[in-house]
């Protein structure tokens, strides 16, 4: 069974809270969060280069935070997996999501496997 592993440092951002209501010109727009804009340069700093898998694939993260008080939110963290584990979420058909607190080295763990192998 191919398996890709990987560790990105630093505090995960949530996806339910990393867009925010702007008006420019008089309009209305929705753009990134600093700390969603932030967490996005880091894992694409720390990814590494990987061939993608094809295929139904199970994610596993354990994802641990510097504090108790975020929501457990991997959606960010998929949705950024695209191109580098897999090349499309609609190929993610399990995942399991794991909560933990470490206040000195927050982080997300990531195990993609293809399954069927």
Known sequence: MQTL?????????SKANSRRAVRIGGKSMFIKSKKALSYVDM?????PEMIPLEGD???SMRIYYASRRPDLD??????????????????VKEKHIYW??????????????????
Do not use: C, H, W
């Open 5 to 13: 592993s990987l560790t990105i440092y630093g505090e995960p951002a």
């Open 43 to 47: 894992f694409k700093q720390q990814a």
């Open 57 to 59: 694939v199970s994610v």
């Open 74 to 91: 991997e959606s960010l963290i998929l949705d950024l997996l695209q191109g580098v584990t897999y090349i499309n979420d609609r190929q």
């Open 100 to 117: 933990g607190l470490d206040k000195e080295n927050p982080r997300a763990e990531i195990e993609v496997k293809k399954m069927g192998d």
